[in-house]
């Protein structure tokens, strides 16, 4: 696998630290959690300000940022879990502790507004894990949660998607990377996107404006990500919204019309993203992607 430096796998009563990098979340979801990974055999350990109200957010930057990087430090801690997503993320950057993060690094997993920090270890060449979140684990689908808690232990793993009469056919390999799309959009040109060039582009959204999603790979165009890509995998397009004078064009369709000249395989209707079943996803790693007239498959190498 192409890491700088391997992760190791968790193992049963290893320690799983629930933090709240961004929004605010209430203490139902975070207790339902917490037991949901102690009957599963892990050790659980809560973030000092993870319960906490500040306007918005959990807590300030400065108590955010202070959780996330206790968790850092831990050598007891195995994998951070995001609480939620929401906006904050990017907030803390500047002060997190990433040196130690490099020296020592462990699994982070979220995914929404948590692609701000998978975004970061991926210009570091880290693997990072898109997955739900304390939030949606008593909604979510057992698929989405027995997937995460895969690839924690080390398995790989393969989707087999149905066809989508939107795929473009083909076949690749490469890094996945990516996430949310509008927080992929907002980090063009910042030091937080990473090299695109070969990787398996993933995205998903939420809520978001038809003319939004053409915006945004107007962007990804013009900042020559879609060139630099093997291949192109979307999760959850979700409740999306068209304007009073209709846009003209789906989501599919537009982003149809962005990728068709690029000679790339698209396969639509992944299962990952704002959806019930969010199926986790190793990001940094390479996969391969095969879409054919019958179906679409991302199998972890």
């Known amino acids: 696998m192409n890491f700088v430096k391997m992760i190791p796998s968790l193992n049963k009563n290893d320690l799983i630290y629930i933090t709240s990098p961004a929004k605010a979340i209430e203490k139902e979801f975070v207790d339902f959690a917490i037991s949901f990974l102690k009957e599963n055999g892990y050790q659980v350990k809560i973030g000092q300000h993870s319960l906490g109200q500040h306007h918005y957010f959990s807590g300030t930057i400065e108590e955010r940022s202070h959780d996330f990087n206790q968790a850092i430090q831990d ?131 939420l809520a978001e404006q038809l003319y939004h999603i053409d915006r945004m790979f107007w962007a990804l165009e013009k900042a020559q990500i879609l060139s630099q890509i093997s291949g192109l995998v979307v999760g959850g397009m979700t409740d999306l919204k068209d304007t009073e004078q209709s846009f003209g064009m789906t989501y599919q369709e537009i982003i149809i019309t962005h990728l068709k000249k690029h000679n790339i395989p698209v396969l639509f209707n992944f299962p990952a993203g704002h959806i019930e079943d969010n199926r986790a996803l190793l990001f940094g790693v390479k996969h391969k992607l095969q879409v054919t007239e019958n179906e679409g498959v991302l199998t972890l190498i």
């Open 75 to 205: 050598p007891e801690v195995k994998a951070i879990i995001c609480a939620r997503g929401g906006y904050g993320c990017i907030q803390l950057d500047d002060l997190i502790l990433w040196d130690n993060f490099k020296n020592s690094p462990k699994w982070i997993v979220g995914f929404s507004d948590v692609t701000v920090f998978h975004q970061k270890i991926q210009s570091f060449n880290l693997p990072s894990i898109h997955a739900t979140m304390p939030l949606n684990f008593r909604e979510t689908k057992p698929e989405s949660l027995s997937s995460l808690f895969s690839l924690l232990a080390g398995e790989k793993t393969k989707y087999i998607v149905e066809k989508s009469s939107f795929n473009i056919t083909g076949s690749c390999e490469g890094q996945l990377v990516g996430g949310n799309l509008s927080i992929l959009y907002c980090l063009i040109g910042t030091s937080l996107q990473p090299d695109y060039t070969g990787k398996i582009l993933f995205i998903e959204d």
